[in-house]
């Protein structure tokens, strides 16, 4: 797998421009795109959140079908845990924050943050279509463990297990139709302590220092 990680969540790319970079990735021997969309779709489960110049689910469609007839594998990455500003920013959705103060990151222990995830979930599965692979993001949840419901099974476990339960709850429900998840490694490897918890069948996505 040699991919590319498309990342809009600080731009919102024009398709002709992301056409042209498809091409160009694909000439150079890329063979995986990794789209991390964000509000840059108009979604159903989620619609107070998308940009106003989101592309609609046709319109995104055309550009996964250049991915495969360009043999670019596309992976969805979805944030399941930290850099949810997009969503928590409103109101509607600020019970699900992890602090009151922070947009940061959701609450993995907030009841309604699990059928949330899972609603939106199935969502991208349907436009993706027929998938491998599906990250789950879930890094950089720096304030994982500090609200008073979280802080109380931390206690009780560890911050280790309150984050594994939570990847294991949203990987599960993939694994059982052969799609393989992802998840970035930086959680795991900072709080191993209940790694032993996490499914084997989730794959780590870690960043290596170039050598070069």
Same mark, same amino acid.
Request: glycine letters at 6%; proline letters at 4%; charged letters at 25%.
């Given at each position: 797998m040699i991919g590319f990680h498309i990342d809009m969540n600080t731009a919102q790319f024009q398709g002709e421009y992301l056409e042209t970079w498809l091409r160009e990735l694909a000439h150079r021997g890329y063979d995986t795109i990794i789209w991390e969309i964000e509000n840059n779709v108009h979604w159903e489960t989620c619609p107070e959140c998308c940009s106003p110049d989101a592309f609609t689910k046709n319109e995104f469609k055309k550009l996964l079908d250049l991915c495969r007839k360009l043999k670019l594998e596309p992976i969805p990455l979805f944030q399941t845990l930290g850099h949810c500003e997009y969503v928590l920013k409103h109101e509607k959705y600020s019970h699900l924050k992890e602090l009151p103060k922070s947009l940061q990151q959701y609450c993995p222990m907030n009841p309604d943050l699990r059928p949330f995830l899972t609603r939106w979930i199935e969502e991208y599965l349907?436009?993706?279509?027929?998938?491998?692979?599906?990250?789950?993001?879930?890094?950089?949840?720096?304030?994982?463990?500090?609200?008073?419901?979280?802080?109380?099974?931390?206690?009780?476990?560890?911050?280790?297990?309150?984050? @594994?339960?939570?990847?294991?709850?949203? /990987?599960?429900? #993939?694994?059982? +139709?052969? $799609?393989?998840?992802?998840?970035?490694?930086? @959680?795991?490897?900072?709080?191993?302590? /209940?790694?032993? #918890?996490?499914? +084997?069948? $989730?794959?780590?996505f870690d960043l290596v220092d170039d050598p070069g």
């Open positions: 349907d436009l993706f279509g027929e998938v491998k692979y599906f990250h789950l993001g879930a890094d950089e949840a720096w304030s994982l463990g500090r609200c008073e419901t979280c802080r109380e099974y931390v206690n009780a476990h560890s911050l280790s297990e309150l984050y @594994m339960r939570h990847m294991n709850f949203l /990987a599960h429900p #993939l694994i059982s +139709r052969g $799609i393989t998840p992802i998840i970035w490694a930086d @959680m795991v490897l900072t709080h191993p302590e /209940a790694m032993d #918890l996490l499914d +084997r069948r $989730i794959m780590l």
